[in-house]
């Protein structure tokens, strides 16, 4: 049986909120670990004293529960499974699988003495419905796959760990898919289970929830932004893309399969900030995965996708630590992130590495051009990274994912 690696970062948000008049809500892409962090927060609850009898678990991906595809046949399972002899804990896992499953959890809130987990793995039903009947009643969560962090637990439990810097190089290839860590696979071994974790990401989250009938078109464009990871693009340079192939869609459309790509958290969107100016920037944007191995277990590894997937952990770090995340605009230069959360922020330079004082100019210049005293960082996969250049830290990317000093 394989035990439970815990996941501090999340137990320790989530847990302060136990026993408060909120739905607690986790969302993520498929096969994140959502499932395992409320197993997780059973065992505390547990813990805690807890019965077994008080604490209820419904997972509406298995067959067991795939009769309960209302939410008045939620409302009717349930409401006779609560304990009459105090709260009982509630956890619903994958509830998007449950049509208007937000009424039969506020009438749970309404009716009955429960504190109830909800996990999710499409955003837009997370935030928009949901809204509208549990308004100022509930609070999110977002989980990612494993972190560099993490990745090292699973490596230190189940196999076995390398030289911190190297099992970046592994960490970048292979993904933060908690089940490809579970034991040594082969690179073509892991990207078997990634490329099932897209394909059922795919065709149950967006091609059947939506019922798109062109899905060969929706690939396409998968393929095109997976391609370009870390680089601006527009819905009309995708449509020009597909014109190239004889194959005709509008912007419009384009932006519709994006936003479902964003609503399944196989893509995130990252905006352009004006760094003098200080708005968003409507145009350009750059988009980002969900995980590393999603692009090598669809396109295959190339070397030259380094650089970019390099950028990737770096901006879905940085997002699992609360920060708000744009690309910078200054002047006509580009700052690779700049990342706010509340008072602090960051600028941040990423490069593979710097062996050319053209190239350095270049890294450190632009930050150099900011005219505030936040920190600054470029970060490198460079062996030899570390030290200051003018008040700018240079790290080792490793060292960066694992520092607890941002």
């Known amino acids: ?48 004293g807890i019965p077994d009898e008080r604490i209820l678990a419904y997972n509406f991906d298995s067959l067991q529960h795939e009769d309960i595809k209302t939410a008045k046949l939620l409302y009717d399972t349930v409401k006779g499974q609560l304990s009459k ?55 999110s969560f977002r989980i990612f796959p494993l972190s560099f962090a993490e990745y090292l637990s699973f490596r230190k439990e189940y196999t076995s760990l390398g030289d911190i810097r190297l099992e970046l190089a592994r960490y970048l290839r292979l993904g933060g898919f908690p089940a490809v860590h579970l034991q040594e696979y082969t690179p073509d071994e892991a990207y078997t289970i990634v490329k099932d974790i897209y394909n059922s990401t795919i065709f149950t989250d967006i091609v059947k929830r939506n019922q798109i009938r062109k899905v060969d078109q929706l690939e396409r464009i998968v393929r095109f932004a997976f391609n370009n990871v870390g680089r601006t693009f527009s819905a009309s340079s995708i449509a020009k893309y597909l014109k190239n192939e004889q194959r005709s869609i509008d912007n419009e459309t384009v932006y519709n399969y994006l936003s479902k790509l964003e609503s399944a958290f196989i893509l995130h969107r990252c905006s352009r900030f004006d760094i003098q100016g200080k708005e968003i920037l409507k145009t350009q944007e750059k988009f980002f995965l969900s995980d590393p191995a999603f692009r090598y277990s669809v396109l295959g590894y190339t070397p030259d996708s380094v650089a970019a997937m390099l950028e990737n952990l770096v901006y879905l770090e940085l997002l699992r630590r609360g920060y708000e995340v744009t690309i910078g605009k200054l002047d006509n230069a580009e700052i690779d992130f700049v990342a706010t959360k509340q008072e602090n922020k960051l600028y941040i330079q990423i490069a593979e590495r710097i062996e050319r004082e053209e190239t350095q100019q270049r890294e ?7 005219a505030d005293n936040y920190p600054k960082y470029v970060l490198l996969a460079d062996e030899f990274a570390g030290g200051n250049y003018q008040g700018i830290k240079t790290m080792h990317i490793a060292d960066f994912l694992l520092s607890e000093e941002y």
């Open 1 to 48: 049986m394989i035990s439970l690696i815990l996941r501090p970062m999340y137990i320790e948000k989530i847990m302060p909120y136990v026993d408060t008049p909120f739905v607690k809500v986790l969302s993520g892409v498929r096969r994140c670990g959502k499932s395992t962090i409320v197993k997780m927060i059973a065992e505390e609850l547990r813990g805690r």
């Open 85 to 139: 002899d105090g709260k009982t804990y509630l956890f619903l896992d994958e509830i998007q699988e449950v049509k208007s499953w937000e009424k039969a959890v506020n009438s749970f809130m309404t009716d009955f003495d429960v504190d109830i987990y909800v996990t999710g793995s499409n955003s837009r039903m997370m935030s928009s419905e949901i809204s509208t009947y549990l308004t100022g009643r509930y609070i």
């Open 364 to 370: 450190y210049g632009r930050l150099l051009g900011i």
